[in-house]
């Protein structure tokens, strides 16, 4: 089993500029809303951040305080639950580069040759035409550097890829920390490979709305590259000096 630790993230951009807006540390975070309102595009998304839940599976009744029960599986098979602003949660967006969208190799001196699965490679595609590569350990410390300075919180991590019709039940209606709905997404969506940065404690100011936050230049990319070549071909990470015995 090849052991490799994914280190890498893959952010694509349909404007160069912007690429090159963010290795100046410009972070920029859409509003969670703006996706679930896209029209004929890939990235459209109408249940993220919701819960929505079976209503086959969880038997949901409303009383009121005339004592009149409503039954929802009367009126629908699902409802969707979300919280007040969760169309406005800043949200970033990035492809995860690990074994689930790379076919990897190893040489014996432990150094990696990854290529992307045709398959991942297609619908990433449709994303844009220009990226960059970040450097996981370096984009966190930027990020928790600043979270401190601005009382800041963020959470992150890799999508979750679930059944979303049954995933959730009504408990998440009442959950303490409802931004961890944003962390699933249904089956369909895998291919995507989403790694995720979610602002929790300050919000846009509109669903179409998003902010931009300094975060320092970023040193491990220096370049913006054309998405489609790097797609199609190959890259080495070659082990470190000091990682050799």
């Given at each position: 089993?090849?052991?490799?630790?994914?280190?890498?993230?893959?952010?694509?951009?349909?404007?160069?500029?912007?690429?090159?807006?963010?290795?100046?540390?410009?972070?920029?975070?859409?509003?969670?809303?703006?996706?679930?309102?896209?029209?004929?595009?890939?990235?459209?998304?109408?249940?993220?951040?919701?819960?929505?839940?079976?209503?086959?599976?969880?038997?949901?009744?409303?009383?009121?305080?005339?004592?009149?029960?409503?039954?929802?599986?009367?009126?629908?098979?699902?409802?969707?639950?979300?919280?007040?602003?969760?169309?406005?949660?800043p949200i970033f967006c990035a492809v995860m580069l690990?074994?689930?969208?790379?076919?990897?190799?190893?040489?014996?001196?432990?150094?990696?040759?990854?290529?992307?699965?045709?398959?991942?490679?297609?619908?990433?595609?449709?994303?844009?035409?220009?990226?960059?590569?970040?450097?996981?350990?370096?984009?966190?410390?930027?990020?928790?550097?600043?979270?401190?300075?601005?009382?800041?919180?963020?959470?992150?991590?890799?999508?979750?890829?679930?059944?979303?019709?049954?995933?959730?039940?009504?408990?998440?209606?009442?959950?303490?920390?409802?931004?961890?709905?944003?962390?699933?997404?249904?089956?369909?969506?895998?291919?995507?490979?989403?790694?995720?940065?979610?602002?929790?404690?300050?919000?846009?100011?509109?669903?179409?709305?998003?902010?931009?936050?300094?975060?320092?230049?970023?040193?491990?990319?220096?370049?913006?590259?054309?998405?489609?070549?790097?797609?199609?071909?190959?890259?080495?990470?070659?082990?470190?000096?000091?990682?050799?015995?």
């Amino acid at each position: 089993m090849i052991d490799y630790n994914p280190k890498l993230l893959l952010k694509i951009f349909t404007e160069k500029d912007h690429a090159e807006s963010l290795l100046k540390g410009n972070l920029y975070m859409r509003a969670s809303g703006y996706f679930n309102a896209l029209e004929n595009d890939p990235r459209k998304d109408d249940k993220d951040g919701k819960c929505p839940i079976d209503l086959k599976e969880h038997n949901l009744k409303f009383v009121s305080d005339s004592g009149v029960t409503l039954d929802f599986a009367e009126i629908s098979d699902s409802i969707s639950i979300g919280f007040p602003g969760d169309d406005k949660v800043p949200i970033f967006c990035a492809v995860m580069l690990d074994q689930n969208a790379l076919d990897i190799t190893e040489d014996v001196q432990g150094n990696y040759t990854l290529r992307f699965k045709k398959e991942y490679a297609k619908e990433i595609l449709k994303f844009g035409q220009y990226a960059i590569l970040l450097n996981v350990d370096e984009f966190i410390e930027k990020i928790s550097a600043v979270g401190s300075q601005r009382d800041l919180i963020f959470n992150y991590g890799c999508i979750k890829y679930v059944d979303i019709s049954t995933y959730f039940n009504p408990m998440c209606a009442t959950n303490d920390t409802p931004h961890h709905r944003y962390f699933f997404k249904d089956n369909s969506y895998k291919r995507e490979n989403e790694w995720r940065l979610v602002l929790t404690n300050k919000s846009c100011e509109s669903y179409s709305d998003a902010i931009t936050i300094d975060i320092g230049t970023l040193s491990f990319s220096q370049d913006v590259f054309e998405l489609e070549s790097f797609l199609r071909g190959k890259f080495q990470l070659h082990k470190r000096l000091e990682d050799t015995p």
